[in-house]
C-alpha cells in the first residue's frame, strides 16, 4: 500500500475554496446557486480523502498510530476558532436581538461548541416551536459536528484493523469494512429520505457515507501507481469538477439526498483525478495563489458566514447578490484575522506538542466550560439590542384620548424569554386508548377541544376552567396540525406530520364516538390565504383544488362527521400581529405604542364557512372570542392590565389567556351549544 497524498497539495485547499464558496452563495439565496449546499458534500468526501491519507501514511510507515497526537492536532486545529466565533457570535446578537430571540438558541450554541449540533438540530427540527432552526446563527455547525464525530471514531477502526489483519490482508480488510460500512450508510440515506427529510439530512449515520466513500478512495488508490494515465485522470478530474458545478446549481431537479450523491460521484472522480494528474491543468487552476489562500482560510469562512449572513438579514432588507458580496467580504476578512492571528499561532505553537492527550482533553474541557457557564450568561441577559424595535400598527389609529395615553407608557418590565415560552399540553389519543385524551375528569359535561398550536395555547385556560365548573375536559391538540381532517401542513416536520396524520386520519370516525363529548370546540390558525399558504396546505388525498375549495370541502367534511356525535363550536379567527412577533418587539421597545396590533379588518374565508355551516345546521356554533381578547379594535394593545398579550406573531401568552378565562367560559355558554349537556 503506497500513499496517495504525498506531501502539501496546493490543488486540495483550492478545491476547499470552490466548496465554501458554492455554501455561501447558496446560503445568501442566489437562485443560480440553489444546489449550493453540495459543497458540504464536497467538504464530507474532501476530509475523509486527506484523513484516512494521513492516518494511513503514518500507520504503513511506523505500524502505529499515535491517536493521542492525531485528536490534539484536530482540537488544536478546530477548536479555538470555533469557540472565538461562537462567543462573538453569542456578543454580536445581545445587540441585533432582544432576549426573546435570543434565549431559544442558547441550546443552539451549546450543541455546536459540544459537536453535536447536527442530532440538536434535528431534535429541533421536530419541534413546531422550533421552525425558526433556519434563522440560528449556529446551525452551520451540523456539518462540522459530523465531521468531528467521524475523526473521534475513524482512527481508532483503522488502528483496530491493522493490529488484528495479517500485512497481505489489510487493503483488502480495509476496502471491505470501510465498503460495507459505507453501503450501509448510503443506503440508510435512501430509505429515510422519503419519508424523513430531516433525519437523512442531519444524521451522522446517513451522512456518513460521505466522509467514507473519501476514506474508500483512499484506501483504492493506495495500491495503484501514482501518476499512471495521466490524460485519463486529467479527464476524470474535469468530469468531477464539471459535476460538482452542475449538481451545485438549481439546473437538475434533484431532492436533497440524490443531489448529494451526485455529489460525492462527481467529488470522487474530481479527487481520484487530481491523485494522478497532479501539475494537470485544473491542478494548476487550483493552484493559482488566491485560491490556495482562500482554501486555506476556508474553515474560518466557513465559521463566520452563516452569523454575517444572519446578522446582515436582521439589519438590512436587499438583494441577495448584495447579501452574498457583503457575506463575502465580511466572512473571508474575518476568517483571515482567525487565520493569521489565532489558527496558524495555536497550531505552530510547539509547546504543546509534547502535552498530546492533555492539549486534546484540555481544549474540550473548555469548549465544554464555555458552553455551560459563558453562552448562557452572554445569551440569556435581559438587555434590549442596539436596534430600536417596532413593525407595529400606528399609534393614529388610536381615537381614544385616554387609550392614546396609555401608549405612550414605557414598555412594563417582564421576562420576555419566560414568556416566550409559555406553551400548554399537546395530547391525542387512539381508539384502543381513548383515556389518553382525558385531561381533567369532572362530574359534570364533557368538553372536546380539538385543535393546533393556537388551541394548545388555552389548554390551560380550558383546564383551570374544568376545574373550577366541574366539567371533564378532552384534548386533541398537536401544534401545527389543522382540525379539518383533510388538511395537510408542509410546514410540519416530518414527524409532527406523522402525529398528525395519526390524530387526524380515521380519527373523528374511530375515537370521536368513543369519547362521546357533549360539544366539540374546533379551533386553529386558518389556513386559507393562497398567499401565504398556496403551497403549503393542501388536502390528504391528493384533489388537486385551489386553496379555498379545499379548506371548505374539509371544513364541510369534518363538521359533518363532528356533529353526528356532538354540537360543534367553531372559534373564529383570533386577531393576532401576523406580521411581527409582539413579545421581541416589546422586549426591544421603549414604549408600547411600538408594538401596537391592527385588527384584521375581515374575516377569514374559514369564518365564513363556519358561518355558513352555522346557518344550514342549529347543531353548529361560532364563537367570537376577539371582542374578549382585543376590546380595542381596530386595534390591539400588546400589554392589557400589566400582562403582556402575545406570545409571537400568532398566539396569546398563556398568562394572558388565563386572565380571561372566565369571559371565554361565559361566551362559550352563550353559544348554546352545551344547553343540552
Not at 438558541?105 to 425558526?132: E, K, M, P, R
Not at 464555555?370 to 435581559?382: G, K, M, Y
Not at 369519547?515 to 386559507?528: H, K
Amino acid at each position: 500500500m503506497a500513499d496517495v497524498i504525498r506531501g502539501y497539495r496546493p490543488d486540495l485547499d483550492g478545491l476547499r475554496t470552490v466548496a465554501v464558496y458554492l455554501v455561501l452563495l447558496f446560503h445568501a439565496g442566489l437562485g443560480w446557486f440553489a444546489g449550493g449546499f453540495i459543497g458540504v458534500d464536497l467538504f464530507f468526501c474532501l476530509s475523509g480523502f486527506l484523513v484516512s491519507s494521513v492516518l494511513l501514511g503514518e500507520l504503513l510507515e511506523t505500524g502505529n498510530l499515535q491517536v493521542g497526537r492525531f485528536y490534539a492536532r484536530r482540537v488544536r486545529r478546530l477548536l479555538p476558532a470555533a469557540v472565538v466565533v461562537v462567543v462573538a457570535t453569542c456578543l454580536a446578537f445581545t445587540l441585533l436581538w432582544s432576549v426573546v430571540l435570543r434565549a431559544p438558541v442558547v441550546g443552539d450554541a451549546i450543541s455546536a461548541l459540544l459537536y453535536y449540533a447536527n442530532w440538536h438540530f434535528l431534535q429541533a427540527a421536530g419541534d413546531y416551536f422550533a421552525t425558526g432552526i433556519d434563522k440560528s446563527p449556529f446551525l452551520h455547525f451540523w456539518s462540522l459536528s459530523i465531521e468531528e464525530q467521524f475523526y473521534a471514531f475513524f482512527p481508532l477502526l483503522l488502528l483496530l484493523l491493522f493490529k488484528v489483519v495479517p500485512r497481505h490482508r489489510r487493503r483488502p480488510t480495509l476496502l471491505g469494512v470501510v465498503g460495507v460500512l459505507f453501503a450501509a450508510s448510503l443506503t440508510l440515506q435512501l430509505v429515510l429520505a422519503p419519508g424523513s427529510t430531516d433525519r437523512a439530512y442531519y444524521g451522522t449515520d446517513t451522512r456518513l457515507y460521505q466522509l467514507l466513500a473519501g476514506a474508500l478512495l483512499t484506501i483504492w488508490l493506495s495500491g495503484r501507481t501514482p501518476g499512471a494515465r495521466r490524460g485519463v485522470a486529467g479527464a476524470a478530474a474535469g468530469l468531477g469538477m464539471l459535476g460538482i458545478l452542475l449538481v451545485g446549481t438549481g439546473v437538475l431537479d434533484l431532492n436533497p439526498s440524490w443531489r448529494g450523491v451526485g455529489a460525492v460521484v462527481a467529488s470522487l472522480l474530481l479527487l481520484g483525478g487530481l491523485a494522478h494528474a497532479e501539475g494537470g491543468r485544473l491542478s494548476r487552476m487550483l493552484s493559482v495563489k488566491p485560491m490556495v489562500y482562500l482554501g486555506r482560510i476556508s474553515y474560518g469562512t466557513y465559521l463566520w458566514h452563516w452569523p454575517v449572513i444572519v446578522a446582515l438579514r436582521t439589519v438590512l432588507d436587499t438583494r441577495p447578490v448584495v447579501l452574498a458580496v457583503l457575506a463575502f467580504g465580511l466572512s473571508t476578512g474575518l476568517a483571515a484575522l482567525s487565520f493569521e492571528l489565532l489558527e496558524m499561532p495555536v497550531r505552530r505553537w510547539s509547546r504543546l506538542e509534547p502535552f498530546r492527550w492533555r492539549t486534546a482533553v484540555t481544549g474540550v474541557a473548555l469548549s465544554a466550560l464555555v458552553a455551560a457557564f459563558v453562552v448562557p450568561a452572554i445569551l440569556e441577559q435581559d438587555r434590549k439590542p442596539a436596534l430600536s424595535a417596532g413593525g407595529g400598527a400606528s399609534a393614529s389609529l388610536v381615537a381614544d384620548a385616554d387609550l392614546g395615553q396609555k401608549l405612550q407608557r414605557p414598555v412594563p418590565k417582564a421576562d420576555y424569554g419566560a414568556l416566550s415560552k409559555q406553551y400548554g399540553d399537546q395530547r391525542f389519543c387512539d381508539a384502543s386508548d381513548i383515556s389518553a385524551c382525558r385531561a381533567v375528569q369532572g362530574s359534570g359535561p364533557t368538553v372536546l377541544l380539538v385543535g393546533d398550536s393556537q388551541a394548545e395555547t388555552l389548554v390551560p385556560v380550558f383546564e383551570k376552567l374544568a376545574r373550577e365548573h366541574d366539567f371533564s375536559l378532552d384534548l386533541d391538540v398537536l401544534a401545527g396540525c389543522p382540525w379539518q381532517e383533510q388538511l395537510t401542513n408542509a410546514k410540519q416536520s416530518d414527524g409532527s406530520a406523522a402525529d398528525c396524520t395519526k390524530a387526524r386520519v380515521g380519527w373523528y370516525d374511530k375515537v370521536l364516538p368513543k369519547l362521546d363529548p357533549d360539544v366539540v370546540v374546533l379551533l386553529g390558525r386558518p389556513r386559507d390565504d393562497p398567499a401565504e399558504w398556496g403551497d403549503l396546505v393542501g388536502r390528504r388525498d391528493g384533489k388537486q383544488l385551489p386553496l379555498e375549495q379545499a379548506v371548505w370541502r374539509s371544513t364541510r367534511e369534518t363538521v359533518e362527521k363532528v356533529v353526528k356525535v356532538a354540537p360543534a363550536v367553531i372559534v373564529q379567527r383570533l386577531i393576532m400581529p401576523e406580521t411581527f412577533n409582539a413579545t421581541d418587539c416589546l422586549a426591544g421597545a421603549k414604549k408600547v405604542s411600538q408594538c401596537l396590533v391592527t385588527a384584521q379588518p375581515k374575516p377569514s374565508a374559514t369564518d365564513g364557512f363556519a358561518t355558513t355551516l352555522a346557518a344550514q345546521d342549529p347543531r353548529v356554533h361560532t364563537l367570537d372570542l376577539n371582542p374578549i381578547f382585543c376590546p380595542t379594535a381596530p386595534v390591539c394593545l400588546p400589554v392589557r392590565d400589566g400582562k403582556v398579550v402575545f406570545r409571537d406573531d400568532h398566539h396569546y401568552t398563556v398568562d394572558y389567556a388565563m386572565s380571561q378565562r372566565e369571559q371565554v367560559w361565559k361566551a362559550l355558554q352563550a353559544t348554546g351549544a352545551l344547553d343540552g349537556s
